[in-house]
């Protein structure tokens, strides 16, 4: 008689090939057209969670109130965006602006596998914000509490008005994670006068 454990054996190594990671959730990309804007409404409103990761002070700039210079969102017409409100130290750099994206209590951590991006300009009561080139640092640290890493974008649009963002991919390093911070390295204006946009946001959540 054959023994049900050899039988059952090739089905088992076949779940365990699918499902590597037992506490894997799933492939979440965050586009961020789920939060609703309102035209007649100045301030920018939040984007508070998607897909059980915190986007801090993240908030949402739209084609349907385009308080930034036009910029094409990857999909739909949402995109998040970090204003120049806060600093970053990196050794002996100042970088500016920035914001840390948190996991959630529901999850245990994520793999941040790639995002959309382009910078613009933010200029107080201004209405001559462009499109224009940036770098970006993207930094995260893991359930262990240590930095996986440090990677850098550049972005360079194809028009002052309207530009493409460009797709950034996070090197191997970039799993496990608890939190990841996106920051303005240089500019070509102040850092200070540039905001960061995102969107297509792709994760990778754990239970």
Known sequence: MVHIAVLLAPALAGMAAAFPNPFYSGVYTDTFDNVTVIPVVSAFERVGYQNNLSYNQFQIDSAAIQQLAPIKAASGKNVAVVLPTTTLE???VSLNPQNTV???SAI???DLVQFFFGCTTFLANSQADVDLGCSIEVS???T???????A???YTPDAAFGADLVKAVLPDSFVNLVNVTFAVSTSSVAVTDTAIVLDNVSHVNYW
Not at 144 to 150: D, E, F, P, Q, Y
């Open 140 to 142: 995260g640290y893991n």
């Open 152 to 154: 850098s974008y550049n």
């Open 144 to 150: 262990a509490g240590k930095m996986v890493g440090i």
């Open 102 to 104: 948190f996991k959630s």
């Open 90 to 92: 990196s050794g002996t």
């Open 108 to 110: 245990r951590a994520f």
